[in-house]
């Protein structure tokens, strides 16, 4: 397959997409500023110089090491990044330049976020999924497949499905199956996708 120059520069800004999502699977669970200060390591807290912070190609020069302290970087970094690119890169093949586009690569960078510090802290983080409600509103409103309507009963259907099967759960194994930032991300989804999606993806 021939990839061109508009397929490059999308996986480039999936790349650095991703290089920014790091920052904010590290630094949101730890209520840290994801704007300041400048990237540093986690181990030495030297900061990263731009060279050393470019995606993927740093990891690889670098050879997963910190150039300061040589404390090993963890591999997340790179398929967090190389993750974000792909999925950017086969959403733009699958859309084109669209609003369908600019939709699923906010929702999936949402969700590459969501999905890693859940990995790392066993939480989903209401900065991220409450927001990401409002904005699945208001994109809504811009996209002729999904309307107002169809985004609330997604975030209704969806949050309310989860809130469902946790309460079932809750009542058969007699623990909580489901907390809350599970039925807050099943709503964020449905506000996007809306109703007949969320329960298709459900």
Do not use: H
Request: glycine content about 10%.
């Amino acid at each position: 397959m021939y990839y061109g120059v508009n397929d490059v520069l999308i996986f480039i800004l999936g790349l650095i997409v991703g290089s920014f999502s790091n920052v904010c699977i590290y630094r949101i669970p730890r209520n840290e500023s994801i704007i300041y200060p400048a990237s540093y390591c986690p181990k030495c807290r030297s900061n990263i110089s731009r060279q050393d912070n470019i995606p993927l190609l740093s990891y690889i020069l670098l050879k997963g090491r910190c150039r300061n302290c040589k404390s090993k970087i963890s591999i997340q970094y790179p398929v967090v990044e190389l993750l974000t690119g792909l999925i950017y890169l086969i959403i733009y093949l699958t859309y084109g330049l669209s609003i369908q586009f600019l939709v699923y690569i906010i929702l999936s960078s949402a969700l590459i976020i969501i999905a890693f510090i859940d990995l790392n802290e066993q939480i989903i983080p209401d900065v991220i999924s409450l927001p990401g409600i409002v904005i699945g509103f208001i994109i809504s409103f811009f996209v002729p497949y999904i309307s107002f309507v169809n985004s609330a009963l997604g975030v209704v259907v969806g949050g309310g499905i989860i809130l469902i099967i946790g309460l079932g759960g809750s009542v058969i194994f007699k623990k909580e199956a489901m907390g809350g930032g599970d039925v807050k991300l099943a709503a964020m989804i449905g506000a996007f996708l809306g109703w007949r999606y969320i329960i298709i993806s459900l």
